[in-house]
């Protein structure tokens, strides 16, 4: 009897936060963060103090030592509440963990760790929570699934996920991912976005940060309300897989990653049952190559370090200039290096439509930025000022004329040496052209994070990458296509097009399956190859 009762117990499904518990975790999120900022603001003050009242003669070195201090005390005040208070604090910390180049080093090593692990709910709760939702009233568990690994994949602040057998019954034997949401998560995690929401808003005026982060919050804010209705993820996996498996003129085409496909039938509000895809998240691929004795600086390595970017630009490129729908949550945890070396990208429970206009004025703005003669010309930043402007973006009534092309070279073209107008590319320098921004437009903070996403990837990789220049193809294509009379016509280009495509991709197929010592030597005749080629490419522009 007593273990019936304890069974019983463990199933119980958390009741939703009471008014008393939210209170209680607003003033602990205050109580911690209050003082973070405060102690940067006392830091300014006491150098402005030492330096222009009592005359210390401090050294670079000596000021950027005091700030790496106070960056690692913030850092570990902030990881010590996000792991007491979880919720959407987690996914704050996935953002702040994934930009390094916007945050300070100690912020992101401290918050690295809470990319895709997070305490996982009980087995026998995540259990009950499937038969709640899928199953029917005559079946039982087993009638649905074969086996199920009570041990989750990964856990997040809204889900975990387990890996399960399909029965015969609903296309087994086949593995597949289970994605199931934590019961009553829902209020927990509006209640915390608030919070944020109301920090930044409290600081909004204030000259210190680099972007506009209640803007940004009121997007995720947004977003996340669709983040707890799996019908409309499996809606976007479809819809995102039918956008990268056709071209603009209806060919198919074999897509740059590999999307994970929801099993009809076995979706629910709460439940959402998907293709298994083996492999590791890029927060772990540095660890696992390790592992596996391959030296993250061989040619293999580096090699496929340009595919993953190449692939992320073709994918977020056509998502948001084709259709303008596109995955909305790009970070390390969600894009996976599958075990024959293909990458993956998972979780669409974020995603974002943006306007017909908006994506004609981003495809002008990519085209302009590719077409400019030099980063100096005085027509081309007009033209490219403009088209930021058109965008809805706001500055500062006293920013130089060059700023809104800064701001556009700044996103989208990680391959410019010096911004006009003088501005630093580093987004925490006084003089960036991000410290111009009044406002952003909402439709456009998510494009900015997958942007932002690649242009930190090809930082890491050491690879100088203009999206504007790969992007501006499809934009090209967008913008012919949405002005051509013969829409539906299928031209021998798009054909030979979309067939180059397949070949390119075979071709690394191939070189992924020679043995080790093969394997190496074909990787850096490509690189070799690549190398070439892009220098080509670069002296062109250059000439």
Same mark, same amino acid.
């Given at each position: 009897?007593?273990?019936?009762?304890?069974?019983?117990?463990?199933?119980?499904?958390?009741?939703?936060?009471?008014?008393?518990?939210?209170?209680?975790?607003?003033?602990?999120?205050?109580?911690?963060?209050?003082?973070?900022?405060?102690?940067?603001?006392?830091?300014?003050?006491?150098?402005?103090?030492?330096?222009?009242?009592?005359?210390?003669?401090?050294?670079?070195?000596?000021?950027?030592?005091?700030?790496?201090?106070?960056?690692?005390?913030?850092?570990?005040?902030?990881?010590?509440?996000?792991?007491?208070?979880?919720?959407?604090?987690?996914?704050?910390?996935?953002?702040?963990?994934?930009?390094?180049?916007?945050?300070?080093?100690?912020?992101?090593?401290?918050?690295?760790?809470?990319?895709?692990?997070?305490?996982?709910?009980?087995?026998?709760?995540?259990?009950?929570?499937?038969?709640?939702?899928?199953?029917?009233?005559?079946?039982?568990?087993?009638?649905?699934?074969?086996?199920?690994?009570?041990?989750?994949?990964?856990?997040?602040?809204?889900?975990?996920?387990?890996?399960?057998?399909?029965?015969?019954?609903?296309?087994?034997?086949?593995?597949?991912?289970?994605?199931?949401?934590?019961?009553?998560?829902?209020?927990?995690?509006?209640?915390?976005?608030?919070?944020?929401?109301?920090?930044?808003?409290?600081?909004?005026?204030?000259?210190?940060?680099?972007?506009?982060?209640?803007?940004?919050?009121?997007?995720?804010?947004?977003?996340?309300?669709?983040?707890?209705?799996?019908?409309?993820?499996?809606?976007?996996?479809?819809?995102?897989?039918?956008?990268?498996?056709?071209?603009?003129?209806?060919?198919?085409?074999?897509?740059?990653?590999?999307?994970?496909?929801?099993?009809?039938?076995?979706?629910?509000?709460?439940?959402?049952?998907?293709?298994?895809?083996?492999?590791?998240?890029?927060?772990?691929?540095?660890?696992?190559?390790?592992?596996?004795?391959?030296?993250?600086?061989?040619?293999?390595?580096?090699?496929?370090?340009?595919?993953?970017?190449?692939?992320?630009?073709?994918?977020?490129?056509?998502?948001?200039?084709?259709?303008?729908?596109?995955?909305?949550?790009?970070?390390?945890?969600?894009?996976?290096?599958?075990?024959? %070396?293909? !990458?993956?990208?998972? *979780?669409?429970?974020? #995603?974002?439509?943006?306007? $017909?206009?908006? /994506?004609? +004025?981003?495809?002008?703005?990519?085209?302009?930025?590719?077409?400019?003669?030099?980063?100096?010309?005085?027509?081309?930043?007009?033209?490219?000022?403009?088209?930021?402007?058109?965008?809805?973006?706001?500055?500062?009534?006293?920013?130089?004329?060059?700023?809104?092309?800064?701001?556009?070279?700044?996103?989208?073209?990680?391959?410019?040496?010096?911004?006009?107008?003088?501005?630093?590319?580093?987004?925490?320098?006084?003089?960036?052209?991000?410290?111009?921004?009044?406002?952003?437009?909402?439709?456009?903070?998510?494009?900015?994070?997958?942007?932002?996403?690649?242009?930190?990837?090809?930082?890491?990789?050491?690879?100088?990458?203009?999206?504007?220049?790969?992007?501006?193809?499809?934009?090209?294509?967008?913008?012919?296509?949405?002005?051509?009379?013969?829409? %539906?016509? !299928?031209?021998?280009? *798009?054909?030979?097009? #979309?067939?180059?495509?397949? $070949?390119?991709? /075979?071709? +690394?197929?191939?070189?992924?399956?020679?043995?080790?010592?093969?394997?190496?030597?074909?990787?850096?005749?490509?690189?070799?190859?690549?190398?070439?080629?892009?220098?080509?490419?670069?002296?062109?522009?250059?000439?």
């Amino acid at each position: 009897m007593q273990k019936e009762e304890s069974e019983e117990f463990e199933i119980e499904f958390p009741p939703p936060l009471s008014k008393v518990d939210r209170l209680k975790r607003a003033a602990k999120f205050w109580s911690s963060a209050l003082p973070i900022v405060g102690a940067y603001y006392s830091l300014s003050t006491e150098i402005y103090i030492r330096e222009n009242v009592l005359g210390e003669n401090l050294s670079t070195d000596d000021i950027e030592m005091l700030w790496s201090l106070q960056h690692q005390k913030g850092a570990e005040k902030l990881a010590d509440t996000i792991t007491s208070l979880k919720g959407f604090y987690v996914k704050t910390a996935q953002i702040i963990a994934s930009r390094r180049d916007l945050f300070p080093m100690q912020y992101t090593e401290a918050l690295s760790n809470f990319t895709d692990n997070v305490d996982p709910i009980p087995a026998s709760l995540a259990k009950a929570v499937i038969e709640k939702e899928l199953l029917h009233r005559d079946e039982k568990f087993e009638d649905v699934f074969v086996d199920f690994d009570e041990t989750p994949l990964g856990a997040a602040s809204i889900a975990q996920v387990h890996k399960a057998t399909l029965t015969e019954k609903y296309g087994g034997p086949k593995e597949v991912a289970i994605k199931i949401q934590r019961p009553s998560i829902e209020s927990k995690l509006m209640g915390d976005i608030a919070n944020l929401k109301a920090l930044a808003g409290s600081f909004r005026e204030n000259d210190a940060l680099p972007l506009d982060y209640y803007t940004v919050f009121a997007e995720l804010e947004a977003q996340l309300q669709d983040e707890f209705d799996f019908v409309a993820e499996a809606v976007a996996m479809d819809r995102i897989y039918q956008t990268l498996s056709t071209t603009p003129d209806g060919l198919p085409c074999e897509p740059p990653l590999i999307l994970p496909r929801p099993v009809p039938g076995l979706v629910s509000k709460r439940v959402l049952v998907m293709d298994y895809l083996e492999g590791v998240p890029l927060s772990r691929a540095r660890e696992e190559m390790l592992k596996n004795g391959i030296d993250p600086d061989s040619p293999e390595s580096k090699l496929f370090g340009r595919k993953l970017l190449k692939s992320l630009t073709e994918v977020f490129g056509r998502c948001i200039l084709e259709s303008g729908f596109f995955h909305a949550d790009p970070h390390p945890g969600n894009i996976f290096v599958l075990k024959d %070396g293909s !990458i993956g990208l998972i *979780d669409f429970g974020q #995603v974002k439509q943006i306007s $017909g206009r908006a /994506r004609q +004025t981003l495809a002008k703005v990519m085209i302009a930025l590719d077409e400019r003669q030099s980063d100096t010309n005085p027509d081309d930043l007009e033209l490219i000022g403009n088209l930021a402007l058109e965008l809805g973006v706001e500055l500062n009534e006293d920013a130089k004329d060059e700023a809104p092309a800064a701001v556009a070279m700044w996103l989208f073209d990680g391959s410019v040496e010096t911004l006009p107008g003088g501005y630093d590319k580093g987004e925490l320098s006084p003089n960036s052209p991000v410290k111009e921004l009044k406002s952003f437009p909402q439709d456009l903070v998510l494009v900015g994070r997958s942007s932002i996403l690649i242009k930190g990837l090809s930082n890491r990789l050491g690879i100088p990458w203009s999206l504007a220049k790969e992007w501006s193809t499809t934009a090209r294509h967008c913008l012919e296509y949405k002005d051509s009379n013969d829409k %539906g016509v !299928i031209r021998f280009r *798009d054909v030979l097009k #979309v067939t180059k495509s397949w $070949g390119k991709r /075979r071709a +690394t197929g191939v070189v992924s399956k020679l043995p080790p010592s093969l394997r190496s030597k074909a990787a850096s005749l490509i690189l070799v190859m690549k190398e070439r080629k892009e220098r080509k490419r670069s002296s062109r522009n250059k000439t």
